[in-house]
């Protein structure tokens, strides 16, 4: 079990990240005060979770509810996400199979065959068939999946069946457009990814950024999936942390139907789609500025 000064080191580490790469300053001491918190802590932060749930991280002294989320996170996973994507070390695999019911297998062949990277998309894959169509997956697997997901994903689930939690459309692609425009200016900090790197080269830009209460974490995707359809420089990652927790969404250039040419969030297409028409006051047509340069 992970003590409370080793997740103290990793929060004080994340909140070196953050400045290092120019993230608002408020939000960097955000994770430095709960770093304290969790080291002057009276109890183990993991029993304090097993006792009262969240609601109890919550009530920490300097946590609040963003800071409570990741640590929900960590104490489930032992993992946290946001600071294995400040250092280059993402891995839709080993999120995957976080997931009790999926081993790495299993993890691999969803993520390789049905191009799943998040757990929102998963949750998808078990509601709409694709998950049972995949051998090893029968119905009493993908029933505990979706309750682990309900689990996971209820809180923001819930927030957004009231309408009060859904990212507008606008907002993401204007992120989207911001990193691609930041990239081509060359002002961004640059990472060395761990996977898929063997140089150790430093080239994956990443911005932080905020809309309103929302954070934004915006950069390239360095999937294997990413890297094998040449999407490297096309496909955006945008990791959005709020009051209500984290939420995840890939932005690419579409190549096909109404939408080709245009930037799209995947899995939103037709808010997309209908976002477009009323910008154009007609059937959408293609952005001829959306390009990135594939070398950096």
């Not at 999937?223 to 927790?245: C, F, N």
Request: charged share 25%.
């Amino acid at each position: 079990m992970t003590t409370n000064s080793q997740v103290a080191r990793r929060l004080e580490e994340l909140a070196n990240l953050l400045e290092n790469q120019g993230a608002n300053p408020f939000r960097v001491n955000a994770y430095r005060q709960g770093a304290r918190a969790i080291a002057a802590l009276p109890e183990p932060v993991f029993d304090l979770y097993a006792r009262e749930g969240i609601e109890g991280l919550d009530r920490i002294p300097g946590i609040g509810s963003r800071l409570a989320h990741a640590l929900r996170a960590l104490v489930e996973t032992g993992r946290l996400p946001m600071l294995e994507r400040l250092r280059g070390e993402v891995d839709p695999v080993l999120l995957l199979q976080s997931v009790p019911g999926i081993g790495r297998i299993q993890a691999k062949r969803l993520h390789h065959d049905l191009g799943i990277d998040t757990l929102e998309e998963l949750e998808s894959a078990a509601h709409d068939g694709r998950l049972a169509s995949v051998a090893g997956f029968g119905s009493k697997r993908v029933a505990g999946i979706v309750d682990s997901l309900a689990s996971r994903l209820g809180r923001v689930r819930q927030v957004e069946a009231g309408g009060q939690c859904q990212v507008p459309i606008e907002e993401l692609l204007d992120v989207d457009r911001e990193y691609r425009e930041a990239v081509r200016s060359g002002i961004l900090a640059t990472i060395a990814p761990r996977r898929f790197n063997p140089e150790k080269r430093t080239w994956l830009p990443i911005l932080h950024t905020q809309r309103g209460v929302r954070h934004y974490t915006a950069m390239f995707s360095n999937t294997a999936r990413a890297h094998r359809l040449g999407t490297t420089h096309d496909w955006v990652i945008l990791y959005q942390d709020g009051e209500s927790g984290a939420h995840q969404y890939t932005v690419i250039t579409s190549h096909h139907g109404p939408l080709e040419g245009r930037r799209i969030v995947r899995g939103r297409e037709a808010e997309c789609r209908e976002l477009f028409e009323r910008q154009d006051g007609g059937p959408a047509i293609p952005d001829q500025a959306h390009g990135v340069p594939q070398q950096l």
